[in-house]
């Protein structure tokens, strides 16, 4: 995907075997790089920084679901070991932390290995803006699918990194213990629409979408205006 900005490019690389979406963001003058929702194949993600001469900046997080922050340590350990320096690792609202100290429990659960518990160096927090490469990602937090889940989203761009908030065509769900469908429909409604149907979303799943077509043919929104 073409960024708007100059020199801005995304890919995007399914990991896990639930194929969730992990975005790459980078310039290419000079390699500066951020990656969202590190969710596992940390040697995928290692090999495509290094054919493409990245300097991974930072690791943001949406949630804490293993699919999503399960692979962040061995990225991690991974970079340093080709002699670079740790990325900035940005988690999600810190109502998400039992969900990153719980990702070996997780996996289990799955019968997958090869994830592990993730450490951030800070949470998100509502309202913020974190500035990476020239971009502006602004935090928001919209819980239901977890407590601390967030989206980011780069308004002057016109993109948002969604995670499993809002998909093409369906939601998150919340069919966990923590899960609260009614406030994440709301979170959807209050949050994000209003933010303009041009705004093209980068789910944790699935193809892209954007708000506008989300807003008239997601059937969970359909009353949303």
């Excluded at 963001?25 to 390699?31: A, D, I, K, R």
């Excluded at 804490?64 to 320096?85: I, Y």
């Excluded at 919209?142 to 499993?164: C, I, M, N, S």
Aim: proline residues 4%; contains cysteine; hydrophobic residues 40%.
């Amino acid at each position: 995907m073409q960024v708007s900005y100059p020199g801005m490019q995304l890919r995007i690389v399914p990991v896990t075997p639930f194929r969730q979406n992990c975005s790459i963001l980078w310039h290419e003058g000079t390699g500066g790089c951020i990656m969202v929702d590190v969710g596992g194949d940390a040697d995928v993600l290692l090999d495509f920084a290094s054919r493409k001469s990245l300097n991974v900046e930072a690791i943001v997080l949406t949630h804490g679901h293993l699919d999503h922050a399960g692979g962040v340590m061995a990225l991690c350990r991974g970079l340093e070991a080709q002699g670079k320096s740790r990325p900035a690792v940005i988690g999600p609202d810190e109502r998400d932390a039992f969900l990153l100290s719980s990702i070996t429990d997780q996996a289990r659960h799955f019968g997958l290995t090869g994830l592990e518990n993730a450490s951030v160096d800070r949470f998100a927090r509502d309202g913020e803006v974190l500035d990476y490469l020239g971009c502006q990602l602004r935090v928001v937090h919209v819980p239901g699918h977890t407590p601390g889940h967030v989206v980011l989203v780069d308004e002057r761009a016109r993109f948002a990194f969604v995670g499993d908030v809002l998909f093409r065509g369906s939601v998150g769900r919340t069919d966990f213990a923590y899960g609260n469908g009614a406030q994440l429909i709301e979170g959807i409604r209050q949050k994000l629409l209003p933010l303009g149907d041009d705004i093209v979303i980068v789910p944790g799943h699935g193809g892209l979408s954007t708000l506008g077509a989300e807003r008239t043919g997601n059937p969970f929104l359909q009353d949303a205006h």
